[in-house]
């Protein structure tokens, strides 16, 4: 890989607190979500881009590796401090043109989404902005937004489109995505989301939008080699179970992987959405209950996104607790977009699922790393930190892995490492 090609070796010393979330078969669920594979006073090797090594410091230290090539390695003295995989943001929408302020300034006077969006706000306010702007105006916006998750210890990205609804407009949300992603050190997951909402151009004619969407714009963008997955949001005002299912099954017939918006202002029945085995159903507030054991069967991994529900000042957000204690697979993202969660910190994003869904730290950093992974199905290159894994690792100045989501709104992030270059 040519992100890769000058890796030196190299040597993290002295970790205080090393969280492997090493563990078979991922996606974890139930109990196993609280193991997080600690190490004290540990070191991890890395070389070629990938994990040599990762455990006690004086092991590591006698590896025969280490010792014939000692003169090759570069050291970072970790101080002590926490040492965890990078996370995995799988869930975003950074390819926009501007703030959303005045549907920010609407919801603070007490407009709810489907009321800001009725007025003309929300989803299609965006679309303008995207419309005028240039590839590359839009690839510096998602470039800003991916060092902004960098410098908070996040190394893969999933990013949609879904603002551009036009054919030639999600084309280039997807080209900016991805010259944003080959000047970025880290790894980009690009995902079509045409499905968004109606264009306003397309009111009253939902299913000839999706008739576009599926015959038009998913054999586009798979044959350019664009998207990696197709998403599309199922929800009241969006699209209905139907055409949700129309655009999922084309994608799969196209070669993509698919994932959803659900479950998030309504209850949508999720047997139907499971039948495509999507990558992740993302939101998930208000799942029925008869779905709950359905969802815990199946492979697909649920996201959920609180930083979405501190934004839009709900009092409620997804009942975590009852998906985890059913063994349903959890993620977490930030679902950074203009409207509704301006936030590239995972942090902050653990921080609300212990605060507020009641999950407990280790919960929370499985979410975001191995699991979210898996939510990409990256999980045998990402997410934790074992031999021949991807060298992506974030070090932090605290001595003690609960303070991830202690420090709330407080960047402790000290030094990424990304396919085993110092960045
Ligand atoms: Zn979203």
Known sequence: MAKSAT????????????????????????????EVGLVKDAAVLCGGGKIIAADRQREILRHPWLKKNRRKVVEIDCRGGLVLPAFVDCHTHPAFAAPRLIDFEKRIAGASYEEIAAAGGGIRSSLAGVRQATRRELSERVFTALQAMLAQGTATVEAKSGYGLTTEDEI???????????????????????????PPEYAGRVDQYVAKVCDEIIPLVAREKLAQSVDVFCERGAFTLEQ??????????QGLDTRAHVCQFTPSELQGLLA?????????????????????????????????????????????????????????????????????????????ACTHMRMTVPEAISAATINAACALRLQARKGSIEPGKD????????????????????????QMIVLGQKV
């Open 7 to 34: 890796t030196p070796y190299l040597l993290l010393a002295n970790i205080g607190q090393l969280a492997t979330m090493r563990g078979e078969n991922p996606p974890r669920r139930g109990p196993a979500l609280e």
């Open 172 to 198: 280039k949300s997807l080209e900016a995505i991805r010259d944003a992603g080959r000047r970025w050190p880290g790894t980009v997951f690009s995902t079509l989301l045409a499905a968004h909402v109606v």
């Open 244 to 253: 949700s299912q129309k655009v999922l099954d084309a994608g799969r017939r």
């Open 276 to 352: 495509f085995q999507p990558a992740s159903l993302d939101h998930m507030d208000c799942v029925r209950d008869e779905d709950v054991s359905l969802l815990a069967r199946s492979e697909t991994v649920a996201v959920l996104l609180p930083a979405a529900n501190y934004f839009l000042g709900h009092r409620e957000y997804p009942n975590a607790r009852r998906l985890l204690d059913s063994g349903v697979a959890l993620a977490l993202a930030t679902d950074y977009n203009p409207g509704t969660s301006p936030t590239p910190s995972m942090p902050f994003v653990i921080s609300a």
């Open 391 to 414: 060298a992506d690792l974030a070090l932090f100045d605290v001595s003690d892995h609960r303070e991830i989501a202690y420090w709330f709104a407080w960047n402790r992030c000290v």
